[in-house]
């Protein structure tokens, strides 16, 4: 495994779990296209969130803009939540 030190690994190794829990959910589920947020928010399981301040998926379907749609599939559904989350950079402590 590789592993580094740059300060937005963990925000991005947390959007890749993301991805594939998302991946999981909708494998077999057959609700893509999605046209709007009500879908968006009808489709989505409770409880899925992305730690980007353990916000829910579902709190992101409100930032989400009518350009977003149609979400083709689980990736664009994935790539364009996670685009809605901030990644906040933590700061280096000083000795």
Known sequence: MITTN???YEPLKDI???KLKLA?????KN???IKSKVELANALPCGLSLPCGDIEAGELVK???DSDFPIKDFED???KLSNKC???KKEKEEL
């Open 6 to 8: 740059h300060p937005l």
């Open 24 to 28: 999981e959910f909708f494998k077999n």
């Open 63 to 65: 930032l989400m803009l």
């Open 31 to 33: 609700v893509f296209p």
């Open 86 to 88: 901030v990644i906040e």
């Open 77 to 79: 559904l994935a790539i």
């Open 16 to 18: 890749q779990e993301f």
